[in-house]
């Protein structure tokens, strides 16, 4: 049940149009997600915390996302509404989850767009967030490091703080951390990302490509997003994804052979944030890599 106080709130950034009806979408990270509907039979999604976190507005990371992706007109992302540090309130994008069997194009030029926008230095002029972990975007002119520092040892380190895993990964982990230049590309391109691009985050319509939701940029090695992809292995990547992505952006000769240190730092993610289950996963991938 949604307390009428935040209703009222809701309401009034809505210029006063009342509130017939809402249903809870997720309630993950101390943020509620709301579908609602409006007496003139509009529908809007609402994002709030309902716990308080003094570290880090994610609900406002996300906000200036969407507005840097408004801004690049990039219109693969819903509307702003409205918007203060407490709520923001977004257009619904109507979907319905039916997924095609095979990379289409829509998706791929959508992808494609993102990524063939390029900036002079890694990382962001303001942290984003993926699933209300904030990622920390200081700038660096080298790839290894700002993957290193600010993504695999950041994540590796919030793990260990709170519960430390096997020490035969921990080892391997901070093996591959310390010889990092050795197994990924220094400098590739500076490519924009959409940042937590995993299927729930992709949304379909009778197997067309509807939008993207849940920003989390950053300006980084395009590849890391196609391992993502690849690695929760939805329908919609196919066999040939790799080949079809290559017509546009090209893929590194070397690529498979790194693949597996990309999706870590999202294998790691999904420890701290979900469940420590996927310590599994971690270990699978680092059996992957020749270390």
Request: net charge positive.
């Amino acid at each position: 049940m949604i307390k009428q106080s935040v209703i009222l709130e809701i309401e009034k950034l809505l210029d006063n149009k009342k509130i017939i009806d809402s249903k809870l979408l997720s309630d993950s990270f101390g943020i509620n997600c709301l579908k609602i509907v409006t007496n003139d039979k509009k529908a809007f999604i609402v994002k709030y915390y309902y716990k308080n976190n003094d570290k880090f507005n994610a609900i406002k990371s996300e906000t200036n996302n969407l507005l840097f992706f408004i801004k690049k007109k990039l219109n693969y992302f819903p509307n702003i509404i409205n918007h203060n540090d407490k709520f923001l309130i977004m257009s619904f994008i109507d979907n319905n989850n039916d997924q095609p069997n095979q990379t289409n194009d829509d998706f791929l030029n959508a992808i494609i767009s993102i990524h063939s926008i390029n900036n002079p230095n890694y990382g962001f002029n303001f942290d984003t967030q993926i699933g209300g972990l904030k990622q920390i975007n200081s700038t660096s002119k080298n790839w290894s490091d700002f993957y290193t520092d600010k993504r695999l040892y950041y994540i590796f380190n919030l793990i260990n703080k709170n519960k430390s895993m096997d020490k035969v990964i921990n080892t391997k982990l901070d093996l591959l951390i310390k010889n990092i230049n050795n197994f990924i590309p220094n400098n590739p391109r500076p490519s924009l990302l959409h940042g937590d691009l995993w299927e729930g985050n992709i949304l379909f319509k009778n197997k067309k490509f509807a939008a993207l939701i849940d920003p989390g940029s950053f300006y980084g090695h395009n590849e890391l997003e196609v391992s993502y992809l690849r690695w929760f292995n939805p329908k919609f990547i196919d066999d040939n994804f790799l080949d079809k992505y290559n017509d546009h952006i090209k893929i590194d000769k070397n690529y498979l052979e790194y693949e597996p240190i990309y999706q870590l730092y999202y294998s790691l993610l999904n420890v701290y944030l979900w469940d420590r289950s996927y310590i599994e996963d971690v270990y699978k991938l680092l059996e992957r890599i020749k270390i």
